[in-house]
């Protein structure tokens, strides 16, 4: 990855969401009094020289940047090469990173959900990729008001990753025995990032977006109710609802899909087909769906599945007596 690329490997579709100004550099070599740490960090294309004692650490280094006007506001990508052995200096930086995530608004789920996937990629990249203490694990972050990208290389001699097989054989696992502790961590990464990319033959990358994909789900009876509130041009909303969906196919339920809170202003057919896709779904288990939608929507959107309002929905169900338990319930479903 070029150190002065800002965007993400995502899908074009993305790309041009991805901010374009430059960003704030400190560059440092390795220290020769300390040749474990390699240390590289941009913030908004100015360069700042670092002391030696600053190069020793990330501590230092972050201290540096704390010391920069508006540090918090500026663009921020980080290169950095820490030793089995100094594992605990990749503590620093990420909660270096959860602050500025913070201060450029991130939901609190995305700044701990990026903590938690940083821990999980650099454990395990310490623990099944270094054979020695003095094997180097290599981090890239990158973030911005857009996005927060982390990438972990294993050790040069170290094994090589497979991220679709690593997951698979992780799920397969754990279907067989659900005691089994390898290969949760990958999945809980799969889970938590927005997207998990390979990077080379010996890294991962972990992308978050700052628009986060935020659904609740509510049960009442036998209508199941899942309200869109954010995250529409997150790239993992598709499978964000498919999964979400997908627990109740088969359970003796109708489902009403709320999109009204988080309704695209213009007509958005990615958004819209994926609606087609859950109804569709749900068609062949015999259950019906509605989507809670306005009625300027796409006009190939089929209105017999369409509704304005969770009353309406129910209504078209046959299942009007439940208006008012299912409106208190989703009212209060919002985390």
Request: with cysteine.
């Amino acid at each position: 990855m070029a150190l002065h690329d800002k965007r993400p490997a995502v899908s074009a579709a993305r790309r041009d969401q991805a901010p374009q100004h430059g960003s704030y550099a400190i560059l440092s070599g390795a220290d020769a009094r300390s040749p474990s740490m390699l240390i590289d960090i941009l913030l908004d294309a100015t360069r700042v020289a670092l002391s030696d004692d600053a190069r020793k650490s990330l501590a230092g280094a972050f201290q540096a940047v704390r010391k920069q006007p508006a540090w918090k506001a500026l663009n921020c990508d980080v290169k950095a090469s820490i030793e089995r052995r100094s594992r605990h200096e990749a503590v620093v930086a990420r909660d270096f990173v959860s602050e500025k995530l913070s201060a450029f608004g991130y939901h609190e789920n995305s700044v701990s959900g990026f903590a938690t996937v940083f821990h999980e990629l650099l454990q395990n990249a310490f623990d099944h990729g270094c054979a020695d203490p003095n094997d180097k694990v290599k981090i890239e972050l990158s973030v911005n008001s857009s996005y927060a990208k982390m990438t972990v290389h294993n050790p040069d001699h170290g094994p090589s990753v497979e991220v679709e097989l690593a997951i698979a054989e992780a799920r397969r696992r754990l279907e067989l025995d659900t005691r089994v502790r390898r290969g949760r961590g990958l999945l809980l990464v799969s889970e938590l990032a927005d997207e998990l990319q390979q990077a080379g033959t010996r890294g991962l990358t972990a992308v978050i977006y700052r628009e986060h994909v935020e659904l609740a789900e509510t049960i009442v009876e036998d209508v199941v109710v899942v309200t869109i509130y954010s995250g529409l041009k997150n790239p993992s909303f598709s499978r964000r609802l498919r999964h979400t969906v997908a627990k109740y196919r088969h359970r003796s339920a109708d489902l009403i899909v709320n999109l009204r809170p988080a309704e695209p202003k213009g007509r958005s057919t990615d958004v819209y087909r994926e609606l087609l896709e859950v109804e569709t779904t749900f068609a062949d288990s015999d259950r019906r769906v509605i989507v809670v939608m306005t009625r300027s929507g796409p006009l190939l959107f089929p209105q017999e599945i369409c509704a304005a309002t969770i009353d309406e929905a129910l209504q078209r169900l046959g299942k009007s007596s439940l208006a008012k338990r299912v409106g208190q319930v989703v009212s209060s479903s919002r985390s």
